[in-house]
């Protein structure tokens, strides 16, 4: 039996017919191929997320049991990871998100080669990630999210031909690594335009939306339909929002951009007495570090462990107090933790500092609504580390799924990317993305 030919191609000469079919049947394969590893991409994100949050209960069990061994594992993990990353993974160290911008900029064959967005290099980020956070180092897994899944779509379809280019496929990955690490598969695609690429092709963006809804259905399969920190209603103090918005795009915007400043000094391209002392003995920096987030953990009563979701969410809910303290320390233990060069995102821990300070807020100033400050906490301290006001304000309105507070929260946003750009004229990605396209010394 014979199958019917398009009427595109019944028009063709045989010959014609023939190399058209052969074009669309390619054209099918290539289509199967990123569907597939899409799904396998999300499978990845979920799957590391359940480590993560392992690791976390695992961590809160010690600490519950040893408090002073929990404490005292700190600064030996961050030592020991650090180790590990640079004698077998140093693609893999820090956040993740500035070696997929760099690879998706500038194919470069030098010092870092391919390595930067690869299974290799995803495998190590996920094994040191969860030793950080067993370690109770406080760090994020939505930027090694990022890099995991970049380094899935990137090394699964490095044999495809005449579709969607190698930068198409690792900015598609990295957006739909932010899609499946919070739910938010809108803010995917949005960080994909935002932060990972400059410019865009056509199908470019083809390809992000297709990679962005199947990872993030596969996720969706395996974790179902949740709010990242659970659905807030639509019943919003709107006037409070407005009132709270421009004082957090201001203090989020300040305090966001002397993290990045002060990040960006101690790992960033740029040499200063302080980067070639890290340089030359990166373990015992590292060991230093995470003294500094054995303090904060003991000053603070423990609460800058981990990635600050559950702390962040008991604020959002009027279930805990203290936003001061969880802010200040937490901004000493993220430093730490990001500057140490251990592999581990700042994504989760912003947002838990962010929840601190709109708490904070709240907390002194009555006229400000708790729960609305709270969440324009998360995305002014967010957008002023980051610099991505966009995706900030989506990210939030996707997470607590309150429609209501979007304008607030980009009026939030964008003065929070205003104030930490005069602090930090570049975003702090960007700038630590050029580590990764350094070119190598030439012999002589």
């Given at each position: 039996?014979?199958?019917?030919?398009?009427?595109?191609?019944?028009?063709?000469?045989?010959?014609?017919?023939?190399?058209?079919?052969?074009?669309?049947?390619?054209?099918?394969?290539?289509?199967?191929?990123?569907?597939?590893?899409?799904?396998?991409?999300?499978?990845?994100?979920?799957?590391?997320?359940?480590?993560?949050?392992?690791?976390?209960?695992?961590?809160?069990?010690?600490?519950?049991?040893?408090?002073?061994?929990?404490?005292?594992?700190?600064?030996?993990?961050?030592?020991?990871?650090?180790?590990?990353?640079?004698?077998?993974?140093?693609?893999?160290?820090?956040?993740?998100?500035?070696?997929?911008?760099?690879?998706?900029?500038?194919?470069?064959?030098?010092?870092?080669?391919?390595?930067?967005?690869?299974?290799?290099?995803?495998?190590?980020?996920?094994?040191?990630?969860?030793?950080?956070?067993?370690?109770?180092?406080?760090?994020?897994?939505?930027?090694?999210?990022?890099?995991?899944?970049?380094?899935?779509?990137?090394?699964?379809?490095?044999?495809?031909?005449?579709?969607?280019?190698?930068?198409?496929?690792?900015?598609?990955?990295?957006?739909?690594?932010?899609?499946?690490?919070?739910?938010?598969?809108?803010?995917?695609?949005?960080?994909?335009?935002?932060?990972?690429?400059?410019?865009?092709?056509?199908?470019?963006?083809?390809?992000?939306?297709?990679?962005?809804?199947?990872?993030?259905?596969?996720?969706?399969?395996?974790?179902?339909?949740?709010?990242?920190?659970?659905?807030?209603?639509?019943?919003?103090?709107?006037?409070?929002?407005?009132?709270?918005?421009?004082?957090?795009?201001?203090?989020?915007?300040?305090?966001?951009?002397?993290f990045s400043r002060a990040l960006a000094?101690?790992?960033?391209?740029?040499?200063?007495?302080?980067?070639?002392?890290?340089?030359?003995?990166?373990?015992?920096?590292?060991?230093?570090?995470?003294?500094?987030?054995?303090?904060?953990?003991?000053?603070?009563?423990?609460?800058?462990?981990?990635?600050?979701?559950?702390?962040?969410?008991?604020?959002?809910?009027?279930?805990?107090?203290?936003?001061?303290?969880?802010?200040?320390?937490?901004?000493?233990?993220?430093?730490a933790a990001a500057i140490s060069g251990?592999?581990?995102?700042?994504?989760?821990?912003?947002?838990?500092?962010?929840?601190?300070?709109?708490?904070?807020?709240?907390?002194?100033?009555?006229?400000?609504?708790?729960?609305e400050a709270v969440v324009l906490g998360?995305?002014?301290?967010?957008?002023?580390?980051?610099?991505?006001?966009?995706?900030?304000?989506?990210?939030?309105?996707?997470?607590?799924?309150?429609?209501?507070?979007?304008?607030?929260?980009?009026?939030?946003?964008?003065?929070?990317?205003?104030?930490?750009?005069?602090?930090?004229?570049?975003?702090?990605?960007?700038?630590?993305?050029?580590?990764?396209?350094?070119?190598?010394?030439?012999?002589?």
């Amino acid at each position: 039996m014979r199958w019917p030919l398009p009427p595109s191609l019944r028009r063709l000469s045989g010959r014609r017919r023939l190399i058209a079919a052969q074009l669309q049947a390619r054209h099918a394969w290539r289509m199967a191929v990123i569907v597939i590893v899409s799904v396998l991409a999300g499978l990845a994100a979920a799957y590391f997320a359940r480590l993560c949050d392992w690791a976390m209960e695992t961590q809160e069990g010690l600490y519950a049991a040893r408090p002073a061994f929990a404490v005292m594992l700190l600064p030996m993990g961050f030592a020991l990871a650090v180790w590990i990353t640079r004698r077998f993974a140093p693609e893999a160290a820090g956040s993740g998100i500035p070696q997929v911008i760099a690879a998706a900029e500038q194919r470069w064959r030098g010092r870092w080669g391919g390595r930067r967005v690869t299974l290799r290099t995803a495998a190590w980020k996920v094994v040191l990630a969860v030793w950080m956070l067993i370690c109770g180092a406080s760090i994020g897994r939505e930027g090694p999210t990022v890099q995991v899944a970049a380094g899935v779509t990137r090394t699964l379809t490095r044999g495809l031909r005449g579709g969607p280019g190698r930068r198409a496929m690792i900015i598609a990955g990295g957006a739909a690594g932010v899609a499946a690490a919070f739910n938010t598969p809108i803010a995917g695609v949005v960080f994909a335009f935002e932060e990972l690429g400059r410019s865009f092709e056509r199908r470019t963006h083809t390809t992000v939306i297709l990679v962005v809804v199947v990872a993030g259905f596969t996720a969706y399969a395996l974790q179902g339909d949740y709010a990242y920190f659970g659905a807030l209603g639509r019943d919003s103090d709107l006037r409070a929002a407005w009132l709270a918005a421009p004082v957090l795009g201001v203090i989020g915007g300040l305090t966001g951009g002397l993290f990045s400043r002060a990040l960006a000094w101690v790992i960033g391209p740029r040499d200063n007495p302080l980067t070639r002392w890290r340089r030359a003995r990166p373990v015992l920096f590292a060991f230093l570090c995470g003294l500094a987030a054995a303090g904060a953990a003991l000053a603070s009563g423990g609460v800058t462990f981990g990635a600050g979701y559950l702390e962040a969410r008991a604020l959002l809910h009027h279930d805990g107090a203290g936003g001061l303290n969880l802010a200040g320390w937490k901004f000493v233990a993220t430093l730490a933790a990001a500057i140490s060069g251990a592999p581990g995102g700042i994504f989760a821990p912003s947002l838990a500092i962010g929840a601190g300070m709109g708490s904070a807020l709240s907390e002194t100033y009555l006229a400000f609504a708790g729960r609305e400050a709270v969440v324009l906490g998360m995305a002014g301290y967010l957008s002023g580390v980051v610099q991505a006001p966009l995706t900030s304000a989506v990210i939030l309105m996707e997470m607590t799924r309150d429609p209501g507070l979007v304008a607030p929260l980009m009026l939030t946003s964008l003065l929070a990317r205003w104030v930490s750009a005069l602090i930090m004229p570049t975003p702090i990605y960007h700038v630590l993305a050029e580590v990764w396209r350094l070119t190598p010394r030439q012999p002589g």
